[in-house]
Structure formats: C-alpha cells, structure tokens
C-alpha cells in the first residue's frame, strides 16, 4: 500500500505517521479558500484604513511609516497567523481551514515564507489567475506558492483516523488463552483502525504461535479480539 493516495470520488487523501497511524487528510476547495481570502482581506484593509487616517497627521513622514506598515501586513500577516495560530488565519479559521505540510505535520517558518512570498506569482496575471490555475488542475489544490513550500490548506473537521473495521469476522482461538493474551488481543483489535495495513501486519507477526500460517496476520488476530468481546 502506499504512503499516500487519491481517491476517484472525493479529494481525500491517506498518510501513514511514524507511529503507524492511518490519517486522512481533506484539502480544502477554491470557494472555501476565496471566502477565508476575502475575510483576511477585509481585515487588512480595516487595520490599513485606520493606519492611514492615524498617521495622515504625520503628513510625509506618515506616509513614509504607512507604506512599511501596508508592506509588512500584506506580506507578513499571513505568516504570523500560520506560525503562532496553528496554521490558521482568521479568515481560514472562520471556515474551518488551516495550512500544514503535506503530511500534515506543522507548517514550518521557511515553508511559510516560501508559500506567501510566492503569492505574487499566483496572482499573475491578474486576480490570482496562475494560482487559480494550478489549485485546479492537481488533486490536493496547491496553488503554486503550495507546491513549491510543500505545504496543503486542510479542512480542519475532516482530518480523522480511518474508521474502524467492522467488517472482520470473529475468530475463535486456536487454543485456550491467558487473561493477558486476551487482553493483548482486545487491544489489538480495539486499535486495528488506527493502524496503517504494514504497521498492523507487522505487529501481528509477534503473535506467530497463534496465526501460524495465515495469510491476513492482522485480520486473523483483529478476529480472535471481536471474539473475545463477544461480538460475533
């Protein structure tokens, strides 16, 4: 199975933590992405706004301070909020929506750099038409600041663990068990669902005496726990 992969019907995609812990990831759309655009917009050009009429009295030199300020908010905004909020903007927070890497680990300081300050490309050549562009036309909508930081703008409610399997059949044990194999195999079974297929594989081959020769270790034991519990 590989590390990651895309569905036909939906944009979910999988990745498997050095844990071994199946997640699914939903990359957020355009129309989501334009609305938590336009609330950090409106918020900049308020807080712009009442820079401007604050240092009007300065005249030119206030002029000067207003044109740093507009800089700094309009290139540097974004960063802080990815940095010191958990990835999230207000305007991404207000629809659930946050920016990480792609294998959802914690965006980093020169990924957040790279995906802002690679904005003015997305915006060539005019209302972020390149940006546009490229967010649809790749699986996991990356604009091309996204593709080059290796960074994801996620649904924040939809990154889950893999549901838990419920379609495996109860197994009754080859042999009578001690209440602390019992045990070991109800928490296998119990934890199955957060396992990537490898990961459960592999922990399953430690109980060789009791799957002997079976092909699916990881099912054959996950059947011995929903046995255990009585769920047949």
């Not at 712009?48 to 044109?67: P, Q």
């Amino acid at each position: 199975m590989s590390s990651s992969q895309i569905t036909p019907i939906d944009t979910l995609y999988s990745i498997n933590t050095p844990e071994g812990i199946a997640l699914k990831l939903a990359p957020a759309g355009p129309v989501l992405r334009f609305y938590a655009w336009l609330v950090d917009t409106l918020i900049r050009t308020t807080v712009i706004i009442v820079l401007a009429m604050i240092l009007s009295f300065l005249d030119n030199t206030g002029s000067g301070i207003l044109l740093i300020l507009i800089f700094l908010i309009e290139w540097f905004y974004p960063v802080y909020f990815e940095l010191f909020h958990g990835g999230k903007t207000p305007g991404k927070s207000t629809f659930g929506l946050f920016v990480a890497l792609e294998n959802a680990s914690p965006v980093t300081p020169a990924a957040s750099l790279i995906r802002n300050l690679l904005r003015f490309v997305d915006f060539l050549p005019f209302a972020y038409g390149f940006g546009l562009i490229c967010l649809m036309s790749n699986n996991r909508f990356q604009r091309i600041g996204d593709i080059v930081a290796g960074t994801v703008v996620l649904h924040k409610d939809v990154i889950k663990k893999d549901a838990e399997h419920t379609d495996i059949n109860a197994v009754a044990p080859p042999r009578p068990l001690q209440l602390n194999e019992q045990q070991a195999l109800i928490r296998f079974y119990q934890r199955r669902h957060l396992l990537s297929e490898e990961r459960a594989e592999e922990l399953a081959k430690f109980a060789k005496p009791l799957i002997n020769e079976q092909n699916n270790a990881a099912d054959y034991l996950s059947g011995m726990g929903r046995w255990i519990m009585g769920k047949r």
